[in-house]
C-alpha cells in the first residue's frame, strides 16, 4: 500500500480520530471511505448536469409536440360534431386556431 501524508490542525485531527472511534475504524479506513463517498459524490453532480442539460436542450421539443397535436384538432370534424365529447373553451380555442391559419 501507498502512502498519503496529510497536515491538518489539532482539532480537525481530533476530530477525525474521534469519528474512527465512533465508526470502529482507523483513520486512514476513516479517509478512504470519506474520499470514496467524495469521489460518488462528484459522479452523481456530473449525471444531474448532463441531465439538466439534456432537458434544457429537449424543452422545446415538447412544444413542438404540442403544437403538432393542436393544429390536427380540429381535422375532420365538424364544431357541432364535438359537442359532449370536448368542452366548449377547446372547441373555441380550436376554430380560432383554423381561422387564423386561414387568415
Do not use: C, P
Not at 448536469?49 to 439534456?54: E, G, L, N, P
Not at 409536440?65 to 377547446?90: A, H, N, P, Q, Y
Amino acid at each position: 500500500m501507498r502512502t498519503i501524508t496529510l497536515k491538518t490542525q489539532d482539532d480537525f485531527f481530533n476530530e477525525i480520530g474521534q469519528m474512527a472511534l465512533e465508526a470502529h475504524l482507523s483513520k486512514s479506513a476513516l479517509i478512504r471511505k470519506a474520499i470514496k463517498v467524495y469521489q460518488k459524490n462528484i459522479e452523481r453532480q456530473k449525471i444531474i448536469k448532463q441531465m439538466q442539460k439534456s432537458s434544457f436542450e429537449t424543452r422545446n421539443l415538447d412544444l413542438d409536440l404540442k403544437r403538432d397535436f393542436d393544429s390536427t384538432l380540429m381535422d375532420g370534424l365538424e364544431e357541432e360534431s364535438l359537442k359532449g365529447w370536448v368542452s366548449d373553451e377547446i372547441i373555441e380555442r380550436a376554430m380560432l386556431e383554423i381561422k387564423n391559419k386561414e387568415a
